[in-house]
Structure formats: C-alpha cells, structure tokens
C-alpha cells in the first residue's frame, strides 16, 4: 500500500495510548508481547501502558508481536522482536521526518529483515530455540502520518472519527483469510474454521523469505488505531469493539476494557491491544 499523493489533513500533535495484555483462560504463559516508544534521531525512551505526549518532536512506534515455539520459545521470539524495534528504528528518525515518500517501506523492510535473520539464528543454534517464531504488526506515528508493517495475524485497525466501523489495515498471513478475501468463505465460517489460526508467514522458524506488508495512511484529530494479537479477535466482533473504543468516561482505559472483555467471551489464547489515540 503506498501513501495518497494528496497533502495530509490538518493533525492535532497529541497521542493517548493505551495498552493491556492477559494470559488468558487457558494458556500456561504469555507469549504475547507489545511495545509502545519515543524516539528521535539521538534517544529512545520506552513508554509505560499508558500516557500522552506530544508528536511535534518526537516519533511514535508501537508494536504487537505474538510468539510460537515449544516451552518457553514463543514468549522469547515476541520478546527479541520488540528489543529489535528499540534498538533499529530510531535510526530512521530523519527519514521518517521528511515525509511518506522517504523510504519509509525500505526502513521497515529492512528491520523486518533483521528481526527475521535474529530469531532463524537462534533457532539454529540451540535447542530450546528451534522453530520459534513471532507474529509483528507495527505502527509507526509521525505528525500527519502512520506508517505500518506487518507479518503473521496480528492485526492494526483504525477507526477514523467520520467512520462508524474498523477497517482493518493488515491481511492475515493465513490461508483460511485468503479464502475469505477471495469471496471463498463468509465471515462466520472464517471465524470458526479448524485451521484459521495456521500461519503461512512469520518471523523466524523455517521461513526462508520475509515479505512484510507495508503501508500508509493519513491521520487526524479524533482517529483511533488499534493493535491486537488473535486472541482479542477470537473473543469479539468488530461491532463490539466499535462500541468500546467509542465509550467514553473518566479513567476508562480501552485497551483493559476489550482485554477482559474478550478473555470472558473466549479467552483459549494469550490477548493482547493497544489503543492509540489522536487528540
């Protein structure tokens, strides 16, 4: 996906975030693993599970990775792949500054890359690694801007202020979704489908390519971005997160409230979201 050519929208320069992870109803570990940074072209600073700042000096990333892998190995790929954006992107500060039609596709290729050839190492070389492999869906804020990359099932929405409904921004690297994006299945029996969870692509294990999508959109006042891993979708409808994202009260943390909602509608799997919002 590349960015419109269009000038971007008048933006406000304050992000909200929130993020919330659970192991779940059924799972003996979380394997989940999410990320939320400030970062310039001199330092890093990681950010807590929630907050505010401004986006007139800094950049934003945010990440949701979801690992796989035998013992405790899909917890440690999830953890390597956020230690991985800490370390790669701030890098790339400048050319995130001067705007969608720097290369941005290349820089996140490029850390994609190296996240990949990082866990297939380790695979190979000790045991307790072998075959483990992650999930990451990345979202990346400049002033006007979000920039994405995404591999596995791990997915970014935005909810943008004049919408009532999510468009989902990533595909899912499995074949039950293609078979869904080809008009081959209806949205019920994806969502219930034996094999919707099988992964064709991820980070690491014996994925010999990377191919990460990429892409771009504009971004404004009042427009919502949210990042799960599969187990929020595997407990909610869109509608139903729709209707949470919307909510508004005092001290009301979006990201919690969808956790727990689905974890007591499902809750087989790890779940994980984060919230970032545009004020």
Request: charged share 25%.
């Amino acid at each position: 996906m590349k960015p419109t050519s269009k000038q971007p929208a008048t933006h406000a320069d304050e992000l909200h975030w929130f993020g919330w992870t659970d192991i779940g109803r059924v799972r003996k570990n979380n394997e989940d693993s999410f990320l939320g940074l400030r970062f310039d072209a001199q330092e890093v600073h990681r950010l807590g599970k929630f907050g505010d700042a401004s986006l007139a000096q800094h950049a934003f990333t945010f990440a949701v990775c979801d690992g796989m892998g035998g013992a405790k190995a899909g917890e440690f790929a999830s953890n390597i792949a956020v230690e991985k954006i800490t370390t790669l992107l701030p890098r790339s500060f400048k050319a995130a500054a001067a705007g969608p039609d720097a290369g941005f596709a290349d820089v996140l290729a490029e850390l994609y890359e190296q996240v990949h050839r990082a866990l297939s190492y380790l695979g190979r070389s000790y045991d307790e690694c072998h075959g483990m492999q992650t999930t990451m869906s990345l979202a990346w804020f400049t002033p006007g801007w979000m920039y994405f990359g995404h591999v596995g099932d791990t997915r970014i929405y935005q909810l943008a202020k004049a919408r009532n409904e999510l468009l989902q921004l990533t595909e899912d690297d499995t074949h039950v979704a293609w078979l869904l994006r080809q008009g081959k299945l209806k949205d019920y029996e994806a969502r219930t489908h034996p094999r919707r969870n099988v992964l064709q692509k991820a980070l690491g294990g014996e994925n010999q390519f990377v191919d990460p999508q990429v892409g771009a959109v504009e971004c404004g006042r009042g427009d919502q971005f949210l990042l799960c891993s599969d187990g929020l979708t595997e407990g909610l409808y869109e509608h139903q997160i729709v209707d949470l994202l919307r909510t508004k009260s005092k001290d009301f943390n979006p990201a919690q409230a969808l956790v727990e909602s689905s974890v007591k509608n499902d809750g087989r799997d790890n779940t994980t979201a984060l919230v970032i919002q545009i004020c």
